[in-house]
């Protein structure tokens, strides 16, 4: 049982081992099975970096890197020293996010590419999945000196998406839907979204209501679209929360009400979605 697991991991932590101590960070920062609570989870990752946990250095470097205030301060120097730890270590996603952060010069390392591009590759070539979605997007849009290569981004992406990277698998549902690098095929790209949706990617979710919503690919079913909307809506996707609003307002698949589709545009302003303030 979920309480039962609990215990055992503090059990094992409490005797300071590494990777119950990593387990009971993520735990704690997550929620699962004990109180949410980001403070106590960096001071358990850091009693599992102690012990040399690699996976903790690279958990606690992406949670400076992002951020979680105002629990969790940004330290972005600190998240690079802790990736090179993680790297050094050979932890392979520790490659792809310290590869990103000489892409950019964040964490204090000076802008190099070349250095970046190396380390996305060397993650890429064991499989890490962020580095195969990530270099995907690269050779797609022609960005931080890599050629556009749109054949070359769908073989990263498939090879992503084969890993269950949910992002992956929205890239190639759209290089099928555009015709980027891979013969146009709308049904297939109505598969891959639905795969990425049904694996709880929200942009999926959205994507694929608005695929139902014009029979793109299937048939149309605007009931079926304004489900995946809600689905999306729910993981907190801010265009879906305004596409529900333009339904109610319209009428699309939903009973057409004013005062309902003012509601979805005012959570979508919340959310950010400056188009609906238009609304």
């Not at 250095?57 to 998240?79: F, I, K, S, T």
């Not at 996603?93 to 952060?101: E, F, I, P, Q, V």
């Not at 639905?194 to 959205?206: I, N, Q, R, S």
Request: charged share 30%.
């Amino acid at each position: 049982s979920e309480s039962e697991a609990v215990r055992l991991y503090t059990e094992a932590a409490n005797d300071g081992y590494a990777p119950a101590l990593y387990v009971m960070g993520v735990r704690l920062d997550e929620g699962r099975g004990v109180p949410k609570d980001a403070r106590r989870a960096v001071a358990t990752l850091e009693k599992a970096i102690k012990a040399k946990d690699k996976t903790a250095m690279n958990y606690l470097g992406e949670l400076l890197l992002a951020g979680r205030p105002p629990d969790v301060a940004q330290d972005e120097a600190r998240a690079a020293s802790l990736f090179k730890q993680a790297r050094e270590a050979r932890y392979a996603s520790a490659y792809t996010n310290l590869g990103r952060m000489y892409l950019s010069g964040r964490g204090g390392l000076v802008k190099n590419g070349p250095r970046g591009i190396q380390l996305l590759k060397q993650a890429a070539g064991v499989g890490e999945s962020n580095a195969l979605n990530f270099l995907g997007e690269m050779h797609r849009d022609g960005r931080h000196g890599l050629s556009q290569d749109r054949e070359a981004a769908v073989d990263l992406f498939r090879r992503a998406a084969e890993r269950k990277h949910t992002t992956a698998m929205r890239n190639l549902a759209y290089c099928y839907a555009l015709g980027h690098g891979v013969v146009r095929n709308e049904r297939e790209a109505v598969n891959k979204m639905k795969a990425a949706a049904e694996a709880g990617d929200a942009e999926a979710m959205f994507a694929l209501g608005r695929m139902y919503q014009n029979g793109m690919g299937a048939t149309r079913n605007v009931r079926t679209a304004v489900r995946w909307y809600r689905s999306s809506a729910k993981e907190g996707y801010a265009k879906a929360m305004h596409q529900i609003g333009l339904c109610y307002r319209e009428g699309t698949g939903v009973t057409e009400d004013a005062r309902e589709a003012e509601s979805w545009f005012a959570k979508a302003r919340k959310a950010g979605y400056f188009k609906a303030t238009t609304d």
